[in-house]
T-cell receptor, first 115, second 112 residues
Framework: EAGVAQSPRYKIIEKRQSVAFWCNPI?????LYWYQQILGQGPKLLIQFQNNGVVDDSQLPKDRFSAERLKGVDSTLKIQPAKLEDSAVYLC???FGTGWTGELFFGEGSRLTVL | GQSLEQPSEVTAVEGAIVQINCTYQ??????LSWYQQHDGGAPTFLSY????GLEETGRFSSFLSRSDSYGYLLLQELQMKDSASYFC?????????????FGRGTSLIVHP
């Protein structure tokens, strides 16, 4: 079974530029999550989708961050314009979406450096 | 909101036993999960406790006390490869969906 796929793995941009990250969850997983992980900290939830609907985006900085999951499968997270404090690893995760088992399946992450 | 507290760092020697504690404050508690993350890698799921008591998976065990809002991860027969960060996570519910929230993590350093 293929795992959660993310791209790109690494991205370096200047502040005020834009960047987009892509995620393809495990086949059949209805729930998709985007987390931000700053060095030395735990993952912080940015947005959670159930199929193509948003479950929670309370911690998403909506003035600069946007995310979509139009067909309920893969998803894109965009940052525009980027700030220095956005330097982090952006982790995508998925889960079955029914019958909570406490388990998330994470991708390898996209490491963003903002200069 | 939710808050989780865990020690920032724990050190131990190979072959020893180590316990990583986690206390939490959350509404609508549905269970406590544990994840392992090596430097530069993705978090990987270790265990989940929905009910009070001990869950054992090989060298790793996890414990939950809902009345004390407390849990721990127990690692036995430590190996060098266990050096990693360990995160506890709670999953409060909202509208029928579970929203996983992670602690800041505990860095485990295993010495030879």
């Amino acid at each position: 079974e293929a795992g959660v796929a993310q791209s790109p793995r690494y991205k370096i941009i200047e502040k005020r530029q834009s960047v987009a990250f892509w995620c393809n969850p495990i086949s059949g997983h209805a729930t998709l999550y985007w987390y931000q992980q700053i060095l030395g900290q735990g993952p912080k939830l940015l947005i959670q989708f159930q199929n193509n609907g948003v479950v929670d985006d309370s911690q998403l900085p909506k003035d600069r961050f946007s995310a979509e999951r139009l067909k309920g499968v893969d998803s894109t997270l965009k940052i525009q314009p980027a700030k220095l404090e956005d330097s982090a690893v952006y982790l995508c995760a998925s889960s079955f979406g029914t019958g909570w088992t406490g388990e998330l399946f994470f991708g390898e992450g996209s490491r963003l450096t903002v200069l | 909101g939710q808050s989780l507290e865990q020690p920032s760092e724990v050190t131990a020697v190979e072959g020893a036993i180590v316990q990583i504690n986690c206390t939490y404050q959350t509404s609508g508690f549905y269970g406590l999960s544990w994840y392992q993350q090596h430097d530069g890698g993705a978090p990987t799921f270790l265990s989940y406790n929905a009910l009070d008591g001990l869950e054992e998976t090989g060298r790793f065990s996890s414990f939950l006390s809902r009345s004390d809002s407390y849990g721990y991860l127990l690692l036995q027969e430590l190996q060098m490869k266990d050096s990693a960060s360990y995160f506890c996570a709670v999953s409060p519910s909202s509208g029928g969906s579970y929203i996983p929230t992670f602690g800041r993590g505990t860095s485990l350093i295993v010495h030879p």
